[in-house]
T-cell receptor, first 114, second 118 residues
């Protein structure tokens, strides 16, 4: 089934550094979303970018979308230890029959060291 | 205080027993979802429901069953037919939001239930 794939699987950085995670997907989409999951918890929505947008910002988060390459990136600037979590991209599909369904990747595990 | 709740947080069962996981939301969302998450894996969709009294199978529905008798509630039963039921189960809900003529569905997740079957 359609699924985003994040890269890298794991990322380890020092506080203050920037963290970049990438996501690739397979089919046409209406929008792409990024979620965060702290260990043992539910996912929390971070940001949504529509297929006609190329870049979006929210606080220290910057998301880009390249629909020609079917890829997206999530940049977290000036990382903090509290950013340690797994980050997932999720895509919908432009097929109406599965309206509302999201397809999640396997996630990137980010560790930020103090 | 609006949100989505799952209970219990931890659940232990013997092999061969059916077990039902609870999911309740007071966000007035039409759509609800059940996912399974295994270590190092992403989320795999078990079942989803876009409206009361209707639901669809996801990618891994075998060995699971659901009901959607009320908008607020979407319980998941893990049956004895599920060969490897030990996992972290996440429930989510969403409501379509129109943006420039296209609906987007941001999902709100519960805290999860960790099921261990021995």
């Amino acid at each position: 089934s359609q699924q985003g794939e994040e890269d890298p699987q794991a990322l380890s950085i020092q506080e203050g550094e920037n963290a970049t995670m990438n996501c690739s997907y397979k089919t046409s989409i209406n929008n792409l979303q990024w979620y965060r999951q702290n260990s043992g918890r539910g996912l929390v929505h971070l940001i949504l970018i529509r297929s006609n947008e190329r870049e979006k910002h929210s606080g220290r988060l910057r998301v880009t979308l390249d629909t020609s390459k079917k890829s997206s990136s999530l940049l977290i600037t000036a990382s903090r230890a509290a950013d340690t979590a797994s980050y997932f991209c999720a895509t919908d599909t432009d097929r109406g029959s599965t309206l509302g369904r999201l397809y999640f990747g396997r996630g990137t595990q980010l560790t930020v060291w103090p | 205080d609006g949100g989505i709740t799952q209970s219990p947080k931890y659940l232990f069962r013997k092999e061969g027993q059916n077990v039902t996981l609870s999911c309740e939301q007071n966000l007035n969302h039409d759509a609800m979802y059940w996912y399974r998450q295994d270590p190092g894996q992403g989320l795999r969709l078990i079942y989803y429901s876009q409206i009361v009294n209707d639901f669809q199978k996801g990618d891994i529905a075998e060995g699971y069953s659901v009901s959607r008798e009320k908008k607020e509630s979407f319980p998941l039963t893990v049956t004895s037919a599920q060969k490897n039921p030990t996992a972290f189960y996440l429930c989510a809900s969403s409501r379509g939001k129109a943006l420039a003529g296209v609906y987007t569905y941001e999902q709100y997740f519960g805290p999860g239930t960790r099921l261990t079957v021995t």
